[in-house]
């Protein structure tokens, strides 16, 4: 599948020309050449002799910018000086930092914020813990765990590699919710290091969003810090993915008219998001739900189950099916795939039926061409920002944490979960809803506060009834 220049590849070149030269004419046309894209030129100084400017060009990977530089270089009358990666800049020294939030001008001002004022406050909470929650950062923190085991599209690269993703996502977390999150990379991919680590950290935090940790280890981890801490653990990959994917499904239905109770779902992928997504379309009502993995449809009479593909086997599949993803998709209202690219063709989604739904996330390639669904689909959704539709995380988790942080919530529970995948639907009006737009847009204004209200109430709820 081709992929279009992205600003994720996006490169500035600064070249030298001569003055008088018509070299400055030839360079959008020597980009363009070899299909990349200028989205600036500025000329950064200007002499009698020579001019100095500086071209930024979007590119579609690093082997495609070179050859952007080297077609610019190649341009009678320029010199190439330097090369700089715009995504690698951002990066540069990391991307988030802590700031103070009071002033600290004079020793009045030192003294209350530090010692000897702050022995007061720290008496306080030793008094009574329940007060860090009021009196420290911890009522507006969240903990970015992972080891690194399963980042992105890029596996096992250990916790350095895995920094730069943790900082993007507290990043996310304060330009969406105003949440303080502060990325925690542990050098262990050991079950009871990783737990016995956040537990140690967990005082200092309201919430702990646990990240790129790969399953079935991640099933373990998530469940064992949720018996031991008085916080809520949240698995983004788990869980995110599939509040959001539930929302969308929810709208997607609205559009071709039918009941998510009723609908046939054929799902590709029993990792940790495939198992998640499973289990909320459950607990929202979906009842006829066929899973396959890698060896096909998972059923009671395999003999290769281990504990999580033995609850999917006893939950769902309900007429025993044996046989592969293909035959599962046949005749079904919706297929869900959250595992590899091109695992399905177009005569494979023709035999889906009428008004049938595609969601097929794989990242970068999903599980079939987008646009050979779309020949066959009412209802196309993929992990892909270049397509409508796109199901991102960014959706929900940071209006799910600040639901949870400002109900001073202990837990996470599948009724919170449901609360914001149908706020999140509800952002779409009945005005907006349509094939191409089931879901909105991560900037969308009021997405945040939706979600976190409805998670919040949800989060009391669930208290008052404990």
């Known amino acids: 599948m081709a992929t279009l220049p992205s600003v994720s590849y996006s490169i500035t070149v600064r070249l030298e020309v001569d003055a008088g030269s018509s070299a400055v004419g030839s360079l959008t046309n020597a980009v363009e050449q070899v299909g990349g894209m200028i989205t600036a030129l500025d000329v950064a100084a200007a002499g009698h002799e020579r001019i100095r400017i500086d071209v930024t060009c979007a590119a579609r990977d690093t082997e495609h910018a070179q050859a952007i530089v080297d077609a610019l270089g190649a341009v009678d009358g320029v010199a190439v000086h330097k090369v700089s990666d715009r995504t690698f800049l951002m990066h540069l020294g990391g991307k988030i930092e802590m700031s103070s939030k009071v002033p600290l001008r004079n020793r009045d001002e030192l003294s209350m914020a530090y010692t000897p004022g702050v022995a007061r406050v720290s008496s306080a909470i030793a008094a009574n813990k329940d007060d860090a929650r009021r009196l420290t950062i911890k009522r507006n923190s969240v903990a970015v765990v992972t080891d690194g085991s399963a980042v992105l599209g890029l596996g096992n690269i250990g916790p350095e590699a895995a920094m730069p993703v943790m900082e993007g996502k507290a990043a996310l977390f304060k330009r969406f919710s105003d949440i303080d999150a502060w990325p925690v990379a542990l050098d262990t991919q050991d079950v009871d290091e990783i737990v016995r680590a956040v537990q140690l950290i967990a005082p200092g935090f309201g919430g702990i969003n646990l990240e790129d940790i790969s399953a079935p280890r991640c099933f373990e981890v998530e469940a064992r810090l949720r018996e031991l801490l008085d916080i809520p653990v949240f698995h983004d990959d788990q869980h995110g993915t599939a509040i959001v994917v539930l929302a969308a499904l929810r709208n997607a239905l609205r559009v071709v008219k039918k009941k998510l109770s009723e609908v046939r779902i054929a799902m590709s992928g029993a990792g940790a998001a495939g198992t998640a997504i499973l289990k909320l379309l459950k607990h929202a009502g979906a009842e006829n739900i066929i899973v396959s993995d890698v060896h096909g ?13 033995r609850w999917i086997a006893e939950n769902t599949n309900p007429t025993g099916y044996t046989g592969d993803l293909k035959g599962s998709v046949s005749g079904a209202d919706v297929f869900i795939g959250v595992s590899a690219p091109n695992v399905l063709g177009g005569e494979d989604v023709a035999e889906m039926a009428e008004d049938s739904i595609i969601f097929a996330l794989a990242n970068p390639d999903p599980e079939v061409d987008p646009d050979i669904a779309h020949l066959h689909a009412s209802v ?15 959706l929900v988790f940071p209006g799910f944490f600040r639901g949870l942080l400002d109900a001073q919530s202990h837990n996470v529970d599948s009724d919170m979960m449901v609360a914001a995948a149908e706020a999140l639907a509800d ?16 900037f969308h ?7 976190a209200t409805a998670v919040r109430e949800a989060a009391q709820r669930s208290s008052s009834e404990s």
């Not at 449809?297 to 593909?309: C, F, M, S, T, V």
């Not at 952002?427 to 991560?442: A, F, H, L, Q, R």
């Not at 204004?445 to 979600?451: G, I, K, Q, R, Y």
């Open 297 to 309: 449809a998972i059923h009671r009479g395999r003999d290769d189950l281990d504990d999580n593909l």
């Open 427 to 442: 952002v779409v009006t009945e005005d907006e809803i349509g094939p191409n737009y089931i879901i909105p847009s991560v």
């Open 380 to 394: 196309v959704a993929t992990g892909r920002s270049d397509h409508p539709n796109q199901i991102n995380n960014v």
């Open 445 to 451: 204004s009021d997405l945040s506060t939706h979600v």
